[in-house]
T-cell receptor, first 109, second 113 residues
Framework: DAKTTQPPSMDCAEGRAANLPCNHS???????VYWYRQIHSQGPQYIIH???NNETNEMASLIITEDRKSSTLILPHATLRDTAVYYC??????????FGQGTELSVKP | GAVVSQHPSWVICKSGTSVKIECRSL??????MFWYRQFPKQSLMLMAT?????????EQGVEKDKFLINHASLTLSTLTVTSAHPEDSSFYIC?????????FGPGTRLLVL
């Protein structure tokens, strides 16, 4: 499985957009980019995933570079409830998800 | 999204006893489920892959005789921690695959005294 690199922590002001980067330079052609988040003491929550096109849902947008070596998760209007650890994972569809250390996002008032 | 439940949400047991944790997919069928363990301030660590009707596949370093996994139906997988010891105290989380996405349960916190 391809390895991902994320900053260990980020801060964001409430109401502003949170842009969380992820590097996955060794991603294979058939591997997807998945984003999950884990709020303290809860199970991970699925956010979004994509292969090569940008994706948007009610939670977030996923921007994948053309060479697919990096991506950015965008939370358009961060709230205090978005404070969590965000995990970027690359994997084949239907594979087993291997979690890295993720980015601890703190949304501040 | 799809819903996965776990029971119990927390359990305290004495050292040497066995504990069973259930993982259910509530609104979909899952031929494959996964079990993770998470220690404080650490990331999730995959323990095993549970396949309906067949033996589980364990990750390297995970004792299959200590962590018994049964996936007897398309909506239920169980993890039994046998002869639990204090070092087994952890947050156990399951996930179930629905099409191309995995959905996670809320987790079970185990404390072994």
């Amino acid at each position: 499985d391809a390895k991902t690199t994320q900053p260990p922590s980020m801060d964001c002001a409430e109401g502003r957009a949170a842009n969380l980067p992820c590097n996955h330079s060794t991603i294979s052609g058939n591997e997807y980019v998945y984003w999950y988040r884990q709020i303290h003491s809860q199970g991970p929550q699925y956010i979004i995933h994509g292969l090569k096109n940008n994706e948007t849902n009610e939670m977030a947008s996923l921007i994948i570079t053309e060479d697919r070596k990096s991506s950015t998760l965008i939370l358009p209007h961060a709230t205090l409830r978005d404070t969590a650890v965000y995990y970027c994972i690359v994997d084949k569809q239907g594979g087993k998800l291997i979690f890295g250390q993720g980015t601890e996002l703190s949304v501040k008032p | 999204g799809a819903v996965v439940s776990q029971h119990p949400s927390w359990v305290i047991c004495k050292s040497g006893t066995s504990v069973k944790i259930e993982c259910r997919s509530l609104d979909f069928q899952a031929t494959t489920m996964f079990w993770y363990r998470q220690f404080p301030k650490q990331s999730l660590m995959l323990m095993a892959t549970s396949n309906e009707g067949s033996k589980a596949t364990y990750e390297q370093g995970v004792e299959k005789d200590k962590f018994l996994i049964n996936h007897a139906s398309l909506t239920l997988s169980t993890l039994t921690v046998t002869s639990a010891h204090p070092e087994d105290s952890s947050f156990y989380i399951c996930s179930a695959r629905a099409e191309e996405t995995q959905y996670f349960g809320p987790g079970t916190r185990l404390l072994v005294l």
